[in-house]
């Protein structure tokens, strides 16, 4: 005989096992409060606009040349993060890490058909991203005419430093959040589990439900008075 499970049923497992959800819920949510807020490092981000356009000698817009300028970006991209040009950022701000570590914190990022590309670092110092942003953009800019022969790059616009920085991550209430959302799942998962796994009889339904029988009849409970 199969056993079907109703809403009813449900609910009677959700309303028995709410404090066991709770707890596990709460537990959740506490740990990644505990986590993102005391023990993850704050990140923090700084961005440098790069503008790729050769400079001509006169004042005309040439589709060819801005197209070209738009697809030299990706080239670029990998250009600026190559011990070319890390190396020498590394040198000048007297940075202990290697290009491969500082190549992990940038990030270059582009829109279609634009000839401007933004350059972002993250770092746990809001100063020091700020530093190796513009160190990064200058030095690409000033080494890409030796590289590559081309003059068509310009920084826009420069990193500052903010009076009150905002890390990018961790993000506590989000992180919270999540945690509510799967401790709230894996609750109510180990609450349907545990019923399942009781085989508890306690009245007449659970008799039918666990042995599939039709139930006769039942004695009352009989109190002895001395």
């Given at each position: 005989m199969e056993e079907t499970i109703s809403i009813e049923d449900i609910f009677q497992t959700l309303k028995k096992r709410w404090k066991l959800i709770m707890l596990l819920t709460l537990s959740v949510a506490l740990?990644?409060?505990?986590i993102s807020y005391f023990l993850l490092t704050p990140v923090y981000e700084s961005s440098t606009q790069i503008l790729v356009n050769q400079k001509q000698s006169e004042n005309q817009l040439d589709s060819t040349q801005i197209q070209s300028n738009i697809d030299m970006i990706n080239t670029y991209s990998v250009i600026i993060k190559s011990p070319a040009i890390l190396e020498k950022v590394i040198d000048d701000l007297e940075?202990?890490?290697?290009?491969?570590?500082l190549s992990e914190k940038i990030t270059i990022n582009s829109q279609e058909n634009s000839q401007v590309f933004s350059l972002t670092v993250q770092d746990s110092n809001p100063t020091k991203a700020v530093e190796i942003a513009n160190t990064v953009s200058e030095t690409f800019q000033k080494e890409i005419k030796n590289i590559?022969?081309?003059?068509n790059v310009s920084v826009l616009a420069k990193a500052e430093v903010k009076e009150n920085p905002t890390p990018v991550k961790p993000s506590p209430l989000l992180n919270i959040a999540i945690?509510?959302?799967?401790?709230?799942?894996a609750g109510i998962g180990l609450?349907?589990?545990?019923?399942?796994?009781d085989n508890t009889i306690r009245d007449e339904k659970d008799i039918e439900k666990l042995l599939g029988l039709p139930l006769l009849g039942s004695i009352q409970k009989i109190s002895q008075h001395k």
């Amino acid at each position: 005989m199969e056993e079907t499970i109703s809403i009813e049923d449900i609910f009677q497992t959700l309303k028995k096992r709410w404090k066991l959800i709770m707890l596990l819920t709460l537990s959740v949510a506490l740990i990644s409060g505990t986590i993102s807020y005391f023990l993850l490092t704050p990140v923090y981000e700084s961005s440098t606009q790069i503008l790729v356009n050769q400079k001509q000698s006169e004042n005309q817009l040439d589709s060819t040349q801005i197209q070209s300028n738009i697809d030299m970006i990706n080239t670029y991209s990998v250009i600026i993060k190559s011990p070319a040009i890390l190396e020498k950022v590394i040198d000048d701000l007297e940075l202990e890490q290697s290009v491969e570590q500082l190549s992990e914190k940038i990030t270059i990022n582009s829109q279609e058909n634009s000839q401007v590309f933004s350059l972002t670092v993250q770092d746990s110092n809001p100063t020091k991203a700020v530093e190796i942003a513009n160190t990064v953009s200058e030095t690409f800019q000033k080494e890409i005419k030796n590289i590559m022969n081309v003059d068509n790059v310009s920084v826009l616009a420069k990193a500052e430093v903010k009076e009150n920085p905002t890390p990018v991550k961790p993000s506590p209430l989000l992180n919270i959040a999540i945690a509510v959302v799967i401790g709230l799942m894996a609750g109510i998962g180990l609450a349907f589990l545990l019923e399942y796994m009781d085989n508890t009889i306690r009245d007449e339904k659970d008799i039918e439900k666990l042995l599939g029988l039709p139930l006769l009849g039942s004695i009352q409970k009989i109190s002895q008075h001395k």
